[in-house]
């Protein structure tokens, strides 16, 4: 992988314009997320900066806009522009924090139980398999419902992030186990791990130093669209009152809010963040396809 | 001229490539007649699949044929519409592939395959076209061919389903038929026959069929005229006998040169001992004084796999491997393993080296005890690093992330064989000890060729200082000229550094050249083991003798003749 992306990369990438377009969308997004407080016109939860006589405003291109705020307000007086930018923050940290938690555990599963076979294998494997008999969702209903009912309030509110990425990561990391397991499969069957035992190198050092490296190929493919389903499951949490509280607000959140308007003429508050989500979502997903062509010498 | 079937003129096949078009085929020119078995040889990457794929019109995208003509029949192939290729193949021009396992469909009966392709190139009633399968099964010599028709493809061997993809390239009796490496997945006893089948149905058809190999053994025996390509261009043509016996081109005869003799042991693979550099004194470092002795012996040993319950009430059944009576081998010795595929001579050389335990019987090394007795960390490094592995596969056998050096110096870093500082320096003495260039470090296995990845692979068993060295058909994935090389390095390597070696092959042209003594397998057992000369001269058992008379010789054509 990393020595083709020396010679290859750039050649590959400049010759699919979706890809090119999808990978500065998020990169776009990633910069105006990370960089909320630069860039937002307004700090849309303070208080002390929002007004209840801006409530309301439309996008500036309609009548009766205010060019304070570029795509609206809401109800309170927020800055939309301002609170997606804030809470796809929220949607990119839970999307990537959870991922980086399943490929973790999903690795460590898949390698061990690749590596040893036999009984470890079975073992792990089957507690993958009644992992994944629970739906993502369910799995972080439930998360979220006992450490709600465990947690003080206030703890809980501010702990909101950290909770949906255990959660949605705890769920996820069965697909990562599977896709280790199978590729160690195939590594393991290489002379080069033979060569390696042959040497006398320890097990330890020939699973993370010799196989690692070459199973991060689909591992990295797998990721790229879990994270953009990571994304949307935050965001279904967020939309059923699970997620983030509604004082920092995510993009799912967001969304819940404005649709309660949606049918009041006030459009803005739930179009804007949906489209935001929906792009998010597939930029990651077009940009993940292209990895995995790229990576299948196949295809190419 | 009514005999010219095929014909290419000045072809020229192109794969573009945005750092610049590939040339693949160039200037070539050929002619097919009906009832001649045309060979086509080269190496690897001589272009020769692909001129067999361009007259089929399958030419792998993006390649395209940039220039000539190929003529069947008189009517020019260059400038048919696909659709009308498509029917041309079957109908007119056949082919049999190389690999048995995979060009037939694993999900039909050999039956259905056969009278399903009859019936469409033929254009008539199944049921007709079934008899015609069971009569075609029959020609291809299938015994009780009705009955296997309603077998699947992994019921049958690999010489048998090879028969069968013949009767299938036959099924709409074409005029050309175009094999592609037809015995190189097949094992030698099984080969003859195969190449036999196709010798007679050339000859009965009077088809015209153009044979494209590596093998010089193959092409010697069954063909009427050669073509010899390199790079793409035609290097030498002409009746086989000439070309074989009086090349004209120098190409031709450093091929011919190279290829082992199963008939004699040749000096050429005997160099003498360089003079030893400083890498050799390192190597040699810490190595017994001396040199006599057994490096190993067994009890007698069995492996058994288990099989698969058929069924979940089912008993679970094994599969015995290996079933081996005492074996030795002398320090400094070279013991030649052959048998044919599936006999168990990968698994006994992975028993005798540690790799993998046998099922009953037990290993015991001159220097370390037995290997059950091996319980320390510290033992079992130490016989670690006695004892290396070279293996088949260039490819599989170097982690592709891992650049040279890394590769290189892990066993050392490993073993404490030397310090950081010195490192970098004796890295590259060991690429230069095995002929490549000491700054080959900084490189990645993928940008080596499999010869010189195979360089690499010896130079990474050399950096532990072993003793004994199991090279496992070290020299199968490899050239016929980069093979010779292979050889002479490692029995040059050998005489240097006093190594003790297993050489486990399928070929016993190149076992011979090595070895001291050989051992023959056959279905777990050894069937006989004794001197490298005398076993050659006067084979001890029917089988060693079967699979000398069927090992194709360089220079001893079957001709038509024989086979009526």
């Not at chain 1, 097990?203 to 070459?214: A, K």
């Not at chain 2, 319950?309 to 290996?322: C, E, H, I, L, P």
């Not at chain 2, 982690?399 to 870093?413: C, F, K, W």
């Not at chain 2, 890295?427 to 990645?444: H, I, N, Y």
Request: glycine content about 10%; charged content about 20%.
């Amino acid at each position: 992988m990393f020595e083709k992306i020396r010679s290859d990369f750039w050649y590959e990438l400049l010759n699919s314009p979706v890809t090119v377009v999808s990978s500065f969308i998020i990169l776009m997004m990633v910069i105006g997320c990370t960089a909320a407080p630069i860039f937002a016109p307004h700090t849309p939860f303070d208080p002390a900066t929002i007004s209840i006589m801006d409530n309301n405003l439309p996008p500036v291109w309609e009548a009766g806009s205010d060019p304070r705020f570029l795509l609206g307000t809401d109800l309170q007086g927020r800055d939309v522009l301002s609170a997606m930018l804030y809470g796809g923050r929220i949607s990119l940290l839970v999307g990537l924090g959870a991922v980086a938690l399943s490929v973790v555990i999903g690795m460590a599963v898949g390698l061990f139980a690749g590596y040893f076979g036999g009984m470890t294998d079975a073992v792990l494997m089957r507690i993958a398999e009644i992992q994944f008999a629970f739906p993502p969702i369910l799995i972080a209903l439930l998360f979220n419902g006992i450490l709600k009912a465990t947690l003080p309030a206030d703890i809980f509110s501010q702990a909101a992030v950290p909770i949906m990425i255990l959660a949605i990561g705890l769920a996820g990391w069965v697909q990562f186990a599977r896709i280790v397991r199978a590729s160690v499969l195939v590594q393991r069957g290489q002379d080069y791990v033979t060569a390696c035992q042959a040497i006398g190198l320890p097990t330890f050092s020939i699973i993370l130093r010799h196989i690692t490296p070459n199973i991060l190929g689909p591992v990295l493919v797998l990721a790229m669209l879990q994270i953009a389903v990571a994304i949307v499951t935050e965001a279904t949490l967020s939309f059923l009152g699970l997620g983030t509280p509604l004082t920092e607000p995510s993009l799912g959140a967001l969304i819940q809010i404005g649709s309660q308007y949606l049918f009041s003429g006030v459009w803005w508050v739930v179009i804007f963040p949906g489209t935001m989500l929906l792009v998010m979502v597939v930029a990651f997903n077009l940009v993940a396809d292209w990895v995995r062509d790229y990576l299948n010498p196949r295809l190419r | 001229m009514t005999d010219l079937l095929c014909k290419t003129e000045n072809l020229q096949i192109t794969f573009p490539h945005r750092l610049g078009d590939f040339v693949a085929v160039q200037g070539f020119d050929m002619e097919v007649r009906r009832g001649e078995i045309v060979g086509l040889i080269g190496e690897s990457g001589a272009g020769k699949s692909t001129i067999g794929n361009a007259i089929m019109g399958l030419l792998s995208h993006p390649g395209k044929i940039t220039s000539g003509n190929i003529y069947l029949d008189g009517e020019n192939l260059i400038g048919t519409s696909d659709a009308q290729m498509a029917q041309l193949r079957g109908r007119r021009i056949g082919m049999i592939f190389q690999d048995p396992m995979t060009s037939l469909n694993p999900l039909m009966t050999v039956g259905e395959q056969l009278s399903e392709s009859i019936a469409l190139l033929q254009d008539i009633a199944l049921p007709k076209a079934w008899a015609m399968a069971v009569d075609r099964l029959d020609g291809v010599g299938i015994p009780d061919a009705e009955k296997r028709m309603d077998q699947y493809p992994h019921e049958f061997s690999g010489g048998m389903r090879q028969r069968v993809v013949i009767a299938l390239a036959m099924a709409g009796d074409p005029d050309l038929l175009i094999a592609d490496e037809p015995t190189t997945a097949l094992d030698v006893s099984v080969q003859k026959q195969v190449l036999d089948l196709i010798r007679q149905i050339c000859v009965k058809g009077s088809l015209g069929v153009v044979l494209v190999t590596h093998d010089m053994g193959v092409i010697s025996e069954t063909a009427d005229r050669i073509y010899v390509m390199r790079h793409g261009k035609l290097v030498e043509t002409g009746p086989t006998e000439q070309v074989i016996e009086a090349p004209s081109e120098q190409y031709t005869k450093d091929l011919i040169a190279a290829i082992p003799s199963i008939d004699r042991r040749e000096d050429r693979f005997v160099n003498p001992p360089k003079k030893t550099g400083e890498i050799d004194q390192w190597l040699l470092k810490g190595g017994p004084a001396h040199n006599d002795g057994d490096y190993l012996t067994t009890s007698a040993l069995t492996k058994d796999f288990s099989i698969r319950k058929t069924s979940f009430w089912g008993k679970s059944s094994s599969f015995r491997a290996v079933n081996v009576e005492a074996l030795t081998i002398k320090r400094g010795e070279v013991l030649g393993l052959v048998g044919e595929s599936g006999s168990g001579k990968s698994t006994l050389g992975r028993i005798l080296t540690g790799l993998i335990k046998p099922s009953t019987g037990s290993v015991s090394f001159g220097d370390h005890g037995a290997l059950a007795d091996i319980k320390s960390a510290r033992a079992r490094k130490a016989l670690r690093r006695d004892v290396q592995v070279v293996f088949q596969d260039p490819y599989s056998s170097l982690n592709s992330r891992m650049r040279i050096d890394q590769i290189l110096a892990e066993p050392i870093q490993f073993h404490g064989l030397a310090g950081k500082a010195e490192m970098g320096h004796l890295v590259g003495a060991l690429l230069e000890r095995v002929g490549l260039p000491a700054d080959s470090g900084r490189k990645f296995p993928h940008q080596f060729s499999g010869g010189q990845r195979q360089r690499i692979c010896i130079a990474r068993a050399l950096s532990v200082r072993p003793r004994f060295l199991l090279c496992d058909e070290p020299t199968s994935a490899l050239d016929v000229s980069i093979q010779a090389d292979m050889l002479a390095l490692l029995m040059e390597l050998r005489r240097s550094l006093g190594l003790t070696m297993l050489f486990v092959s399928h070929d016993l042209a190149v076992v011979r050249q090595v070895s001291d003594r050989v051992a023959v397998m056959k279905a777990g057992q050894i069937v006989e083991c004794q001197d490298a000369e005398a076993l050659y001269n006067a084979p001890g058992s029917n089988y060693t003798q079967m699979l000398l008379d069927t090992a194709p010789r360089v220079g001893a054509r079957n001709t038509s003749e024989q086979i009526n």
